[in-house]
């Protein structure tokens, strides 16, 4: 949420991104829609601008929708989603699991899944079916162990669904500190996912979790893609054929 949404302003949206409207609803909805029968959005942290919360009504729509939520206003963007997240490293239990997702993805799971700590499995990558080049992938072995993840590159059927789970904070804190002072970026940017490949080369072990169904809207198009998607479901309790509608 600290980005400035480059491509929607670009095509003339004058709000942030996670306020745009999808099928009648802010896209952050969306997103927290996602998460809320898998995990309790009461210790839930928003990273965002200062500026959009102060010229938009984020502030509002965040608490409308987690009254208990801690937002953390920064005043400048920052070089990607690993570094926004580690803004919040203050406010980080590091003994304790964490969760990062994107505001501009939603996505379905079996109701089942549980973010909890398991024996032997370092954290969760939920995935779907994609080819999809803009996206980031996981390839894994026989037991369904995370071998390796690439970003920006097609390694395998399996995109990360944007939703990146670790059973310990501190993994996450040591992989993205690590890589900022090692200046590993993807196009200029520090992403969540390629931290789980530095993790699984020193021997953390990940699983992935199949989802429903995930539609990234992180772009105009594929915000026109997810709403023609949402009123064809209303219309017809199942979409068949999108561009952005994918199955497990």
């Not at 079996?110 to 999809?132: C, H, K, L, W």
């Not at 920006?152 to 670790?166: D, M």
Request: proline share 6%; with cysteine.
């Amino acid at each position: 949420m600290a980005g400035r949404g480059k491509r929607f302003r670009e095509a003339g949206f004058t709000v942030p991104k996670m306020l745009i409207e999808a099928a009648g609803r802010p896209m952050l909805y969306w997103a927290l829609d996602s998460l809320k029968p898998h995990v309790n959005l009461d210790s839930a942290i928003f990273v965002c601008l200062a500026e959009d919360a102060e010229s938009h009504p984020l502030r509002r729509t965040v608490l409308d929708y987690s009254p208990s939520a801690r937002i953390i206003e920064l005043e400048r963007a920052t070089g990607g989603q690993a570094l926004t997240v580690l803004e919040a490293k203050p406010f980080l239990n590091p003994d304790r699991p964490l969760l990062i997702y994107n505001c501009d993805t939603y996505m379905r799971m079996n109701t089942s899944v549980r973010f909890e700590r398991t024996a032997g499995i370092d954290g969760v990558i939920p995935v779907f079916r994609s080819q999809a080049p803009e996206l980031s992938y996981v390839q894994v072995d026989e037991a369904g162990i995370v071998s390796a993840v690439r970003e920006k590159e097609v390694i395998s059927p399996y995109a990360t669904a944007g939703l990146y789970h670790f059973a310990d904070t501190r993994h996450f804190v040591e992989a993205a500190e690590e890589a900022q002072e090692r200046k590993q970026t993807v196009n200029g940017e520090y992403y969540v996912a390629p931290l789980y490949h530095e993790l699984v080369r020193k021997g953390h072990r990940f699983r992935i979790e199949p989802a429903e169904a995930c539609y990234p809207i992180g772009t105009p198009e594929q915000l026109q893609a997810f709403v023609r998607s949402v009123y064809e479901l209303t219309r017809e309790g199942e979409r068949q054929n999108d561009e952005y509608f994918f199955r497990a």
